[in-house]
């Protein structure tokens, strides 16, 4: 993958593949999208979440229906890491959107930083175990299932309602509307907060994305500080290392480089070349 350049190729690239996924995910929820379900079916996307299918499967002791594409996304999270937190996930780019004014994002130190990570895996597990024992958490935690909650009990309603359709969504539950508030104003303060603390999701390709055949490197890295500034995942340490697993392909690092040094190459087994 080219070093950057004055063209941020990847970056609007990027974003276009967010925007055309989040208006799917959108699309599919609502009665319009209905037509679609021949080809596309609504449940495309939450099936598309391995979280999804794996405590479903625990639930039912067998594979759960339409595993197949949350195989496949899994599969390719192992060849180019998170791409599907930085490229698909519309919660993902509700977020981005949510932060996108903070330029400063880097808030914590990199110790800190290590330790709020590391929670995300600790609700993965917890979430695993429940559905071992069978409890009902329904969907809770994935961020899937928050934003079609959101989307189809609120914002599809609200939309029908200013256009004179009546709709009874004010006696809806408001607390997936709240936690999507509150996801949205803490990424606001911290760029991507949900994803890089919380999200069981994130944390499944996190754990996959260890293995990832492409990854950053900074060949003659002047040690400038720039980029783990850059960081929406504060994936990039002080000293210029960056943590595979957290890295959501976004590409900024790429960009910001004054020396034009980062770029994404495929790892090599006898050592990239420094
Ligand atoms: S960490 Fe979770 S919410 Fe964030 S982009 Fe990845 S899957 Fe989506
Ligand atoms: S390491 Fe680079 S590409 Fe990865 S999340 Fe951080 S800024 Fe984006």
Redesign the pocket.
Known sequence: MKKGTGIKQFVIARRCFQVFFLLLFVSILTPAGERLADILPARFFLRSSPLMVIRISIGIKAIASGAGFAFIILLLTMVFGRFFC?WVCPMGTVIDCAGALKKKRKVFTDRVTGWISSVKFYILGLLILLAAFSVQTRGAGDPMVIMARVISLYIIPAVSMLSGAAQNYFTQSWLPLLLFVLICCASAVIPRSWCRVLCPLGALYALMSRFALLE?VATDCSDCKV?PE????G??KDEGN?VKS?????????YSCPRHD?K?AWHHFWGNDK
């Open positions: 930085g950053r980029c850059t960081c929406r995942m994936a990039i960056y957290e890295c959501v392909l976004c590409m900024d690092c790429v980062v994404f």
